[in-house]
Nanobody, 124 residues
Framework: QVQPAESGGELVQAGGSLRLSCVAP????????MAWFRQVPGKEREFVAV??????????DYGDAVKGRFTISRDNAKNTVYLQMNSLKPEDTAVYYC???????????????WGQGTQVTVSS
C-alpha cells in the first residue's frame, strides 16, 4: 500500500515551466505504476501521464493534450514520481492528482491510491 502526496503546484505564466512531485512512502513503491491525472470543476478527471514499474526501459504514455510538453519520470530510491511541465498553457489549469496502481493504465478506475491534489494555475 502507498499513500501519494503531491507538491509543486503554483501560479505560473503561460509559456512557463513547472515540476510537480509526488512522494509515496512504502516498500512497494517500485511495484506500482504511477500516473498523473488532472481535473477542473464540472469535468471528469483527465489522464495526463503514466509510467510503468519496471526498473529498466520504463514504459510511459501521455494524454494527447500534453504530448511533447510534459515528461513523467520516477526515482524509486526516493519513492518519488515527477511531472515536468513545459510550454504551459492556460488550459493546463487544473488540480493535478498523483495515483498509484498495479496496472499500466490510463483510466482513473485502474488506480487504487490517490493523493489530495495540487493546484496548477496558468495565467495568460
Amino acid at each position: 500500500q502507498v499513500q501519494p502526496a503531491e507538491s509543486g503546484g503554483e501560479l505560473v505564466q503561460a509559456g512557463g515551466s513547472l515540476r510537480l512531485s509526488c512522494v509515496a512512502p512504502g516498500p512497494l513503491f517500485h511495484m506500482y505504476a504511477m500516473a498523473w491525472f488532472r481535473q477542473v470543476p464540472g469535468k471528469e478527471r483527465e489522464f495526463v501521464a503514466v509510467i510503468g514499474w519496471s526498473d529498466g526501459g520504463r514504459l510511459t504514455d501521455y494524454g494527447d493534450a500534453v504530448k511533447g510538453r510534459f515528461t513523467i519520470s520516477r526515482d524509486n530510491a526516493k519513492n518519488t514520481v515527477y511531472l515536468q511541465m513545459n510550454s504551459l498553457k492556460p488550459e493546463d489549469t487544473a488540480v493535478y492528482y498523483c495515483a498509484a496502481g498495479p496496472l499500466f493504465a490510463t483510466v482513473p478506475k485502474k488506480f487504487n491510491y490517490w493523493g489530495q491534489g495540487t493546484q496548477v494555475t496558468v495565467s495568460s
